[in-house]
């Protein structure tokens, strides 16, 4: 799948975000990359930043967004075919997100999207 193609799903799947949940994400930018950190090549995405529910007074508007990256070449690795990738994308983006809302990976596995 060309990368023009994965970032389409990505932008599919982030479209599929109920807009009552888009509305609520505050200052978060979603990425692709082609590979995972060094440290962990396996890694489908990545949340990078503050969790809304540990954002006190001390978060200011000014700061950075949060980051959110999918890695292009370890979900193609995973993947047998187009219709795959775009369901482990999916999934994917909506498993980064949850942590942009505070949820973690123990929760998230408790319910099924781990």
Request: hydrophobic share 40%; with cysteine; aromatic share 6%.
């Amino acid at each position: 799948m060309s990368r023009e193609d994965f970032e389409d799903a990505v932008r599919d799947a982030l479209d599929e975000i109920p807009e009552e949940l888009a509305e609520l994400m505050d200052n978060v930018v979603v990425l692709v990359e082609d590979e995972a950190p060094e440290d962990d090549p396996e890694l489908l995405g990545l949340y990078e930043g503050t969790p809304l529910t540990e954002r006190t007074s001390w978060w200011a508007a000014g700061s950075l967004p949060d980051r959110i990256t999918i890695f292009r070449n370890p979900t193609l690795a995973v993947c047998a075919d187009r219709d795959e990738v775009v369901d482990e994308v999916a999934v994917t983006v909506i498993h980064e997100i949850a942590h942009h809302f505070g949820i973690d990976d123990a929760r998230l596995e408790e319910l099924g999207w781990d």
